[in-house]
């Protein structure tokens, strides 16, 4: 029998509140260090630069 691997990808999506682009915004380092043990982020005001439109905005929870 033939074996093989799998990855699991995590992604933490968020829409743009300017230009409604979605954002996986999982590789920042702010929002890996805001996510908690049960992956949630509660209250974290997290400035974000949109990389589509280039406006910021802040995401205020995130959500699991
Ligand atoms: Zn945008």
């Given at each position: ?49 949109c990389e589509e ?12």
């Amino acid at each position: 029998m033939k074996t093989t691997t799998a990855n699991l990808h995590i992604s933490v999506n968020c829409k743009c509140p300017h230009c409604d682009a979605y954002l996986d915004i999982f590789d920042l380092e702010n929002v890996k260090y805001a996510l908690d043990e049960t992956h949630n982020a509660p209250n974290c005001d997290l400035d974000i630069d949109c990389e589509e439109c280039g406006e910021k905005f802040i995401v205020s929870d995130i959500f699991f």
